[in-house]
């Protein structure tokens, strides 16, 4: 049988295994050679979490002649390209976006320098008026042929150092030295203010009405908000070739680009760290894949767009100096609270599995999990073939390439150590220069923090999910305070859903329905039919409710003190148990639904978005962006269909990444 459990437990088992088949390898070679070039996807799931290969030490260590002659190409596009950036440059004033960019001040190597290229017959699909107040940003103005011409590329605006971000990547096991940002412009980067004022305008008004109305809904506590002061990238999106565009045309059609605007702002509203949507823009043109489509180009807003595979480009050149140097950027960017290149390492596998958790207690499969992907600074970037799990299944895969299921479901806590290996293999020099060994113990003892991380937030999390009070009957000492009987319980729940197909979205949400009425049948009839056999649902209810008892009875039994803010949620789920029961499963139910989403974007609704807007009709493309705006409360009957899994025919067991 398979579960969920099969990928935790390979999980650890590489965790016992990295000392020993790591240290071995890795003693043999300089830390600066040991880069990993796996030959195919299959090799990579079975190395070892640091290591390197053999038969292509020399040729990552220096730079080959092909690169050198593709570093030149780029130094020559950056000399070019500021020519023509600067004739495109608005001279509007005050300026649409207030730029202060630090990406554009390192060194020359790490970018090509270039501006856009302009589109035939730009017209604005969807502008996200809510971000736009967040960051400071006047909605009306982008709103207008002056700034839709910024977001399309047809104009440079006043501030922006457009450029294209250099970076290697391993791409489902295998290693491509040379990536890079191929259909990408970073325009420049935002500081957040310390409030968002009032755009002028209709557009303006509205942005803060959704503000408001966002704030004031249940659920709006999920929404993991950039800070004051924060530093943020802007990005085009399909905004032409670039010199790292592989033969590429740099364009992107408007299903792809509708598709990561849906799924990323549905991630924001769930509260699972993402990359955000500001804008998506039609071309007027036309893109050409197995057949011509409807051209885009989405305005990315991103904490950063470093990512594992921006360390591997310089590693694998063995230029050390920009490695250090890409180091401090990220530190002092994403870490600042990092004394070290070690601290920050560190930081980032916490992230990492915090982020990770949180895609597997919503059932999303990212679909593309290569290096180059993977996002130093915790967010989920480059929304491909993703998608979210309907019918409970550990090997769930979605992304028409991944033939080996290399980037299922139930892999991906197991992919994010691998890709966190890599980034520390760049890194061994900066860990420890004078002591191989030394750096490299260093670096397998940070990546054993992973699991740790991982499991708190997942089994919290899970627990929750059916309405348990993590920690209130945990006598194991784990971090998550979810004790192996819970687990087990989880567990058990998670089989039965995986044999009986039930919807990992639904089976959730309907078990709020289920505590909050009294056992039998009546308060189960909805969840009972999310299984092919209800039976396989009523065993397993009959220990969920007996552990559910012991949660009421250890509240009870233990009123505890108010003077933090786990104390206040403990006494306020005290003296909700003081009153009836029948108030206590109110409670309850209220506190699963607010971890449990009622709306998702279903694959074949998507879909149907998407086919849509290649016509032209947003209608159902808007209609679903409301309906995800709020994700865990209801929007009442009408709006049922959101919730249904799709009928057979309906459904869509294949995503592609569009380019």
């Not at 807007?613 to 209801?634: C, G, M, R």
Request: net charge negative; charged share 20%.
């Amino acid at each position: 049988m398979h579960s969920l459990r099969r990928g935790l437990h390979l999980c650890r088992e590489l965790a016992h295994a990295r000392v020993a088949l790591c240290t071995l390898y890795l003693l043999a070679v300089a830390p600066q050679q040991a880069i990993s070039t796996a030959a195919s996807s299959r090799a990579a799931e079975t190395d070892p979490p640091v290591h390197a290969q053999a038969q292509a030490q020399q040729a990552q260590a220096q730079t080959s002649p092909q690169q050198a002659k593709e570093e030149t190409v780029m130094e020559a596009a950056a000399s070019s390209s500021s020519t023509s950036t600067s004739t495109l440059t608005s001279t509007s004033s005050p300026p649409l976006f207030l730029f202060d960019n630090s990406y554009a001040k390192l060194p020359a190597r790490f970018y090509a320098r270039l501006a856009p290229s302009p589109v035939k017959q730009p017209s604005l699909v969807k502008l996200n008026e809510r971000l736009a107040c967040e960051l400071g940003l006047d909605a009306r103005r982008l709103a207008s042929p002056e700034g839709v011409a910024v977001l399309a590329g047809n104009t440079v605006a006043p501030g922006s150092e457009p450029l294209a971000q250099a970076y290697a990547g391993h791409q489902f096991g295998g290693l491509n030295p040379q990536l890079g940002d191929g259909r990408a412009i970073l325009l420049g980067e935002l500081l957040v203010p310390s409030s968002s004022p009032a755009p002028a305008g209709a557009a303006g008004a509205a942005a803060n009405t959704a503000a408001a109305n966002a704030s004031a809904s249940a659920g709006a506590e999920q929404h993991i908000k950039y800070k004051e002061g924060q530093r943020v990238d802007v990005q085009l999106k399909g905004s032409g070739k670039t010199p790292y565009s592989r033969g590429g045309d740099g364009r992107a059609a408007i299903g792809p680009v509708l598709r990561e605007y849906i799924v990323s702002e549905a991630m924001y509203n769930m509260g699972v760290p993402t990359t955000r949507s500001l804008a998506a823009v039609a071309t007027g043109q036309h893109v050409f894949r197995e057949f011509a489509l409807p051209g885009a180009v989405l305005t990315r807003v991103a904490a950063s767009h470093v990512r594992v595979g921006t360390f591997q480009f310089f590693a694998l050149r063995n230029d050390q100096e920009a490695v250090r140097t890409l180091a401090d950027f990220v530190r002092a960017r994403h870490y600042p609270e990092a004394a070290s290149a070690l601290d920050m390492f560190k930081a980032v596998v916490r992230r990492q599995a915090d982020l990770i958790a949180r895609w597997m207690l919503v059932g999303f499969v990212h679909g593309v999990m290569n290096t180059d992907n993977c996002a130093v600074s915790g967010e989920t970037i480059d929304y491909g073939p993703c998608a979210f799990m309907e019918a409970y299944h550990p090997d769930t895969v979605f992304s028409s390439i991944d033939h080996g299921g290399r980037y299922a479901y139930a892999n991906q806590p197991r992919i994010a150590m691998w890709n966190l290996a890599r980034l520390a293999e760049t890194l061994l020099p900066l860990f420890d220069p004078e002591d191989d060994a030394g750096a490299i113990a260093k670096a397998q003892q940070a990546l054993e923090a992973f699991m740790p991380q991982y499991e708190t937030t997942y089994w919290s999390g899970m627990a929750r999910k059916i309405g348990l009070n993590p920690g209130s009957e945990s006598g194991s000492g784990s971090g998550s305070g979810v004790d192996e009987a819970d687990r087990a319980l989880i567990e058990d729940l998670l089989d039965r859903m995986e044999l009986q197909q039930a919807d990992f979205t639904l089976t959730f949400r309907l078990l709020a329905d289920a505590a909050e009425g009294e056992a039998g049948a009546e308060a189960d009839a909805k969840i009972r039919k999310n299984f092919m056999d209800p039976s396989s649902f009523d065993e397993w209810a009959v220990k969920w409710r007996a552990r559910l008892a012991k949660d009421d009875a250890a509240v009870a039994a233990s009123p505890p003190s108010s003077n933090d803010k786990a104390g206040d949620e403990a006494a306020a789920a005290s003296e909700s148990s003081s009153g009836s029961s029948g108030e206590r499963r109110r409670a309850r139910a209220a506190a699963m639904r607010a971890v449990n989403p009622l709306y998702i974007p279903r694959n074949h609704i998507v879909e149907q978005a998407l086919e849509a807007a290649i016509k032209q009709d947003y209608s159902l493309f808007e209609e679903l962006l409301s309906v995800l705006a709020n994700p865990y409360v209801s929007k009442g009957p009408e709006f049922e269909r959101y919730t249904l899994p799709a009928k057979p025919e309906e459904r869509v067991l294949h995503t592609f990444c569009g380019t």
